[in-house]
């Protein structure tokens, strides 16, 4: 598996660590990349890791005769990066060459990325394409390419980077090499080799480029103990080294860092800071290194509570400094006091008491400094209204280690005579007795109690689907109860319907309950859950349904909500017929506006109809017939069906009318071959038609002679009635 597929596995399960450029610090340096002899089918590895053994590496070049001009591959050789890069302008490259009879040597290098994206997915991008050629001189005639050379730019070569200055982590870095030769005159005994991967030949390319990138996002601990000097801040940042992977053995180690230059310094401090030689390093994974290290603040001069700037720093093998400010906001030898309600949260602390009664306020008193500190407790009971009382039941002084606290209590008393809703205040201070400006106050506000409840979440029409209905033929629905009073309240919650075959219990948390408990203001959800039964037969009649919710004794608040309950399918999933005498034309004039005389024995009558279907579920093909004193006159089928929420146009003719009053009746669907329909009572209505006989000089009553001419139909018209026309309603 080529190196790039393989990394774009690994980028598809591993973390990415995110890193900035250090301010100040230099944008890239020279990093050269080795061609390295191990590899896998025609690629192989490029890492920053010198030569150290003499196994050079051979690749023969193209023997082809006439290659001038043309370009062999050679290999590639790629070097997988796990952290981002950020690529400088420029690179250049040295290529080592062992060669006999050879007049010129033409190498294209390309610089390539591959880029994984978030699916894991490489793609290629050629960051630079250059040829670079080497000549045997011209004196003496017929001096040749012969032994070890290099072949190298005579400067920097520029880089096409794109979109990819800075190149994501787990992609890529590759170098392409092709060759074009051009023989001396004997060439029969003509070699030419890439030669790479030892000391003395170690073929490499030289990238401007950043590798190593500094978290910013450092771990920092104030630790503090109860003994004096022993505060200190912990310090844990990440380094991340693209080029981490480059050990021969596969382990993976980040060895292109020095790991003796990591530092940490804190700026403006005398010496950077006392560390105590508490500066470690330790692995991360493959691409990064932990350092860490715990600076003993209270060991140095003039350290106060602010701001510090602390610098990260490591250099590289290649004497690279990679360096990274950071912030922390230093806070030391302090005394601050924090004071909560029993279960949790600030600010007044509001509990409800019964007129006579008394309520008990327990308040933290927390020791919010850096050191072990003493407290003063006292009760200000200046502002309560007269016969209302305030107590302390606790001691009047605490003794507090750090972020410990201990209870303060309070008792309020309310008078028999205290109305609903009235309430009273006392007031809780607490003093550092170590720094007496260090104080804090909390209000204890009792208040009288009052009952109240808001039903919520119910419409008055509760339509009921009976394909939602479960698998044991539940309905479940919400409903929320509001508690309106100024206390926790508990309440009775009743579900009541006006039919006796159906039952319905209500649930919180899937756990029937007849009693709950809502805190103050808040809302409680529950679920009415109904099994209706015997509903096929009176589908679309309303039920009657009930729900309350009363205050438990002593309690006084309640609320009731009615509602309609009613089971029926909805519009988008019926189909329901229509006809109407309002969409009827007769002769090409609306039924309504027909005129005495407008029809006359024997002359055929045209009946233009829309049949519309009011729901959204298509009709199967059906007929519309019209019948004249209870027989079929004439039939009309609608072949296609009639789509949801769609109009047809129908024809019909009565061939031969007779002179006379005449009733007729119009049906949609009269075989019931549309099944399941929702309501077939529309699907049919009748008319009375005043028929007045035909003058004498008409020609045949029949109606069989030529003059048949229905205002309004044409000779289209008559080709109309084959058709049917369906529209969406709009």
Excluded at 234 to 248: F, N
Excluded at 411 to 426: L, M
Excluded at 486 to 497: C, F, K
Excluded at 510 to 520: E, F, K, L, S
Aim: some cysteine.
């Amino acid at each position: 598996m080529r190196l790039h597929l393989a990394l774009a596995l690994l980028a598809a399960g591993a973390l990415l660590l995110l890193a900035q450029p250090a301010e100040g610090a230099s944008a890239d340096a020279e990093t050269p990349l080795y061609l390295k002899r191990d590899g896998l089918g025609n690629t192989f590895k490029l890492n920053a890791k010198e030569p150290q053994e003499n196994r050079v590496g051979w690749w023969s070049c193209s023997e082809e005769l006439n290659q001038q001009g043309t370009f062999y591959p050679l290999s590639t050789w790629e070097q997988g990066l796990g952290g981002q890069v950020e690529l400088g302008e420029s690179y250049t490259f040295t290529i080592w060459v062992e060669s006999t009879n050879v007049q010129e040597i033409t190498i294209r290098s390309t610089l390539y990325l591959f880029v994984v994206d978030e699916e894991g997915n490489a793609t290629r991008h050629n960051i630079s394409r250059e040829e670079v050629s080497k000549e045997a001189e011209a004196f003496p005639p017929g001096t040749t390419l012969n032994g070890n050379y290099t072949v190298e730019p005579d400067s920097e070569l520029s880089l096409d980077h794109g979109d990819y200055q800075i190149v994501p982590a787990f992609s890529a870095i590759g170098l392409e090499l092709e060759t074009s030769i051009t023989w001396a005159p004997d060439t029969e005994n003509r070699t030419v080799y890439i030669k790479a991967d030892s000391p003395d030949f170690d073929s490499h390319i030289t990238v401007r480029m950043r590798p190593v990138f500094l978290n910013p996002e450092v771990f920092f601990s104030n630790d503090r103990t109860d003994e004096p000097g022993e505060d200190s801040l912990y310090i844990k940042a990440s380094v991340v080294d693209a080029l981490g992977v480059i050990d021969d053995s596969g382990s993976g180690s980040v060895a292109d860092l020095d790991l003796g230059s990591f530092s940490l310094e804190i700026e403006g401090v005398s010496g950077g800071g006392n560390f105590n030689d508490s500066v470690r390093v330790r692995d991360q994974h493959p691409f990064a290194k932990y350092i860490e290290g715990r600076w003993q603040y209270q060991q140095d001069s003039d350290i106060s509570s602010g701001t510090y700037q602390i610098t990260i720093s490591v250099t590289d093998m290649r004497g690279n400094i990679w360096e990274e400010s950071v912030s922390y906001d230093l806070t030391v030898d302090e005394f601050a006091i924090e004071l909560e309600h029993e279960d949790g949260g600030g600010g007044t602390y509001d509990l409800q008491l019964p007129r006579g009664g008394k309520v008990e306020y327990r308040v933290k008193v927390w020791n919010r400094g850096n050191t072990a500190d003493s407290f003063k407790i006292e009760v200000d009971d200046n502002s309560l209204p007269s016969n209302w009382e305030a107590t302390l039941l606790t001691s009047d002084e605490f003794d507090l280690p750090v972020d410990q606290y201990d209870y303060a209590r309070v008792r309020i008393e309310a008078p028999d005579g205290a109305a609903g809703g009235s309430s009273a205040t006392a007031r809780l201070e607490v003093t550092s007795l170590n720094d007496g400006s260090v104080s804090e106050r909390m209000d204890l506000r009792a208040t009288v109690r009052t009952y109240g409840a808001v039903i919520s979440g119910l419409d008055s029409r509760i339509t009921i689907d009976p394909e939602v209905l479960d698998i044991d033929g539940l309905y479940r629905f919400s409903v929320g109860v509001r508690n309106t009073g100024n206390d926790r309240d508990s309440y009775d919650v009743t579900a009541i319907i006006g039919r006796g075959d159906w039952t319905v219990h209500i649930e919180e948390g899937g756990q029937a309950v007849n009693t709950i408990t809502v805190d103050r203001g808040k809302t409680k959800q529950l679920e009415i859950v109904l099994k209706p039964v015997n509903f096929e037969n009176s589908m679309g009649d309303e039920v009657d349904f009930r729900f309350s919710a009363e205050s438990v004794p002593p309690g006084d608040g309640s609320a009731l909500f009615e509602a309609k309950l009613v089971v029926e399918i909805p519009i988008e999933r019926v189909i329901d017929l229509t006809i109407a005498a309002v969409d009827l034309q007769v002769n090409g004039r609306p039924y309504a506006q027909l005129m005495p005389g407008d029809l006359q024995a024997g002359a055929p009558v045209q009946f233009q109809i829309v049949v519309k279907n009011l729901g959204g579920r298509g009709a199967d093909p059906f007929s519309v017939k019209l019948y004249v004193a209870g027989r079929v006159e004439a039939s009309y089928s609608v072949d296609m069906g009639l789509a949801g929420f769609g109009e047809a146009l129908v024809l019909l003719e009565w061939s031969k009318p007779a002179a006379g009053l005449a009733t007729l009746r119009i049906t949609a669907d009269p075989a019931l071959a549309v099944e399941d329909e929702r309501n077939r009572a529309d699907n049919s209505f009748s008319l009375s038609l005043d028929i007045a006989a035909a003058p004498s000089g008409n020609g045949d009553s029949s109606g069989d002679g030529d003059g048949f001419s229905i205002p309004g139909f044409g000779l289209a018209g008559v080709l109309l009635s084959a058709a049917i026309v369906a529209r969406r309603r709009r």
